[in-house]
Nanobody, 115 residues
Framework: QVQLVESGGGLMQAGGSLRLSCAAS????????MGWFRQAPGRQRELVAA???????NYASSVKGRFTISRDNTKNTVSLQMNNLKPEDTAVYYC?????????WGQGTQVTVSS
C-alpha cells in the first residue's frame, strides 16, 4: 500500500507560479514512477508530467517549458513547479505513484488561475 498526501494548490493570477508537493509513504522505493495528473470540470483526467526513478521526465505539450517535475528519493516526494500559469491550467491536480503494478492516487489539490 502507498499513501499520498498533496499540498500547495491555491488561487493564483495568470502569469504567477505555484508549487505542488506530494509526500508518499508505505511500499515505495526510488524506482517507482511518479507523476502529476489534472482534471478540469467536464474533462477527462490527463497527464501533466511524469518522472521515472532514474529521473527521466515527460510533459504534456501544453505545459512543456512552464512546468517542472522533480523528485527527492530520500524523502519520497515528488513536486511540480508551475510557472507562467494560465487560466486553462485551472483543475484539480492529482499525484500518482506506480508501485508493484498498482496505481495509487492522492486526494487532489485545487489549482485555480484567474485571468
Amino acid at each position: 500500500q502507498v499513501q499520498l498526501v498533496e499540498s500547495g494548490g491555491g488561487l493564483m493570477q495568470a502569469g504567477g507560479s505555484l508549487r505542488l508537493s506530494c509526500a508518499a509513504s508505505g511500499s515505495i522505493s526510488w524506482s517507482n514512477n511518479m507523476g502529476w495528473f489534472r482534471q478540469a470540470p467536464g474533462r477527462q483526467r490527463e497527464l501533466v508530467a511524469a518522472i521515472t526513478g532514474g529521473g527521466t521526465t515527460n510533459y504534456a505539450s501544453s505545459v512543456k517549458g512552464r512546468f517542472t517535475i522533480s523528485r527527492d528519493n530520500t524523502k519520497n516526494t515528488v513536486s511540480l513547479q508551475m510557472n507562467n500559469l494560465k487560466p486553462e491550467d485551472t483543475a484539480v491536480y492529482y499525484c500518482r505513484v506506480v508501485s508493484w503494478g498498482a496505481f495509487y492516487w492522492g486526494q487532489g489539490t485545487q489549482v485555480t488561475v484567474s485571468s
